[in-house]
C-alpha cells in the first residue's frame, strides 16, 4: 500500500502511525506527540518484507519511543522536528513550542523554511500558511 497520511493529528495511540508489510506511506504535516509509539515500521506477515516510510514537515515529539524499526524496515525524515533528534535533511530537536491546539507558535523556526518537496511527492499545489506539523 502507498497511503498519504496528510495533516493529521495523532495523540495518546499505542502506536501514531503503523507501517507494515512492504508498505510505502508517505507521511506529510503530521503531529504525533504522547504515543507509546510514534512511528513503528515492522513485518507483520512473514510472507511480506519491511516497510518504507517517509515522513517530511511532522512532528514526532515526546512519544515513549518516537520511531521503531524492525531490521527490514526502514524509515526517511526531512524538514520535521523530532524530540531527541533524528537523521535527516533540516531535522531539528527544538521544542516545537505548541499552542493549546498542538499547532506550533507562528514565530518557530521551521515555520521559516518552505519545503517544495511536499509539493513534488504529492503532484499537488496547494498552499501551507506553517510549515511542520498538524494544520488545524
Not at 495523532?10 to 509509539?37: E, Q
Request: hydrophobic letters at 35%.
Amino acid at each position: 500500500a502507498q497511503p498519504i497520511l496528510f495533516n493529521n493529528l495523532l495523540m495518546g495511540c499505542n502506536i501514531g502511525i503503523a507501517s507494515k508489510d512492504y508498505s510505502t506511506p508517505l507521511v506529510v504535516n503530521n503531529t504525533i506527540i504522547n504515543n507509546n509509539f510514534g512511528i513503528s515500521g515492522y513485518v507483520k506477515k512473514p510472507i511480506f518484507g519491511g516497510s518504507d516510510t517517509t515522513v517530511i514537515n511532522s512532528i514526532i515529539w515526546n512519544n515513549k519511543k518516537n520511531i521503531e524499526l524492525d531490521s527490514e524496515s526502514k524509515i526517511s525524515i526531512s524538514s520535521s522536528i523530532i524530540h531527541g533528534g533524528y537523521e535527516g535533511k533540516k531535522n531539528s530537536n527544538e521544542d516545537p513550542r505548541f499552542d493549546s491546539s498542538f499547532k506550533i507558535v507562528a514565530d518557530h523556526a521551521m515555520n521559516k523554511e518552505i519545503n517544495k518537496e511536499i509539493y513534488l511527492r504529492l503532484g499537488k499545489d496547494f498552499p501551507i500558511s506553517q510549515v511542520a506539523g498538524y494544520l488545524p
